[in-house]
T-cell receptor, first 112, second 117 residues
Framework: AQKVTQAQTEISVVEKEDVTLDCVYE???????LFWYKQPPSGELVFLIR??????QNEISGRYSWNFQKSTSSFNFTITASQVVDSAVYFC?????????FGKGTRLHILP | GAVVSQHPSWVICKSGTSVKIECRSL??????MFWYRQFPKQSLMLMAT?????????EQGVEKDKFLINHASLTLSTLTVTSAHPEDSSFYIC?????????????FGPGTRLTVT
């Protein structure tokens, strides 16, 4: 069974638009971590956020914000006022038993 | 802090040869290291988990005799792709994990791009 589902394979938006990347996860653990990573064309993973399963507070960091809802097993990521430099593949991931399992990723294109 | 390096960053080898990739935690001791493989336009797939001084645990479908993992110290793990074939061409990413302040932390290396000709 797929643990992390990113239903949006590819998204294109025009610069300055807001965009939300969806992530739905599945786990039987009561304690787990959720992550978002950015992977630019260089390939190196850029860590964006880690969220503990006990902390459902939403988080904002500059133009980035995350909405964690345990009731729907979702951990969505929103970029406000998108910029061309935001173009990348974004991975949502779940940590189980110290292993990080990745979703299939969403390729985001920000068009100038 | 918490930097993980990989060497080489890219390598081209001929079919049938073996290639070794190193993963180092530069400023911390990693009790566990993980190896991932990423094919073009796909996600990262966990290949194996290794603890220092122990045999690696491979994920289902990963050939342990083909992908040799050595975790000889708390700062170094190596992945050797033996008798490489073109289908082994991929982006290999390691990560190093540690327990810090009661929390598990994991850091990713920059990746190694392997091309087998």
């Amino acid at each position: 069974a797929q643990k992390v589902t990113q239903a949006q394979t590819e998204i294109s938006v025009v610069e300055k638009e807001d965009v939300t990347l969806d992530c739905v996860y599945e786990t039987r653990d009561t304690t787990y971590y959720l992550f978002w990573y950015k992977q630019p064309p260089s390939g190196e993973l850029v860590f964006l956020i880690r969220r503990n399963s006990f902390d459902e507070q939403n988080e904002i960091s500059g133009r980035y914000s995350w909405n964690f809802q345990k009731s729907t097993s979702s951990f969505n990521f929103t970029i406000t006022a998108s910029q061309v430099v935001d173009s990348a593949v974004y991975f949502c991931a779940l940590s189980e038993n110290d292993k990080i399992i990745f979703g299939k990723g969403t390729r985001l294109h920000i068009l100038p | 802090g918490a930097v993980v390096s990989q060497h080489p960053s890219w390598v081209i080898c001929k079919s049938g040869t073996s290639v070794k990739i190193e993963c180092r935690s530069l400023d911390f001791q990693a009790t566990t290291m993980f190896w991932y493989r990423q094919f073009p336009k796909q996600s990262l797939m966990l290949m194996a988990t290794s603890n220092e001084g122990s045999k690696a645990t491979y994920e289902q479908g990963v050939e342990k005799d083909k992908f040799l993992i050595n975790h000889a110290s708390l700062t170094l793990s190596t992945l050797t792709v033996t008798s490489a074939h073109p289908e082994d061409s991929s982006f290999y990413i390691c990560s190093a994990g540690r327990l810090a302040g009661g929390m598990w932390e994991q850091y990713f290396g920059p990746g190694t791009r392997l091309t087998v000709t």
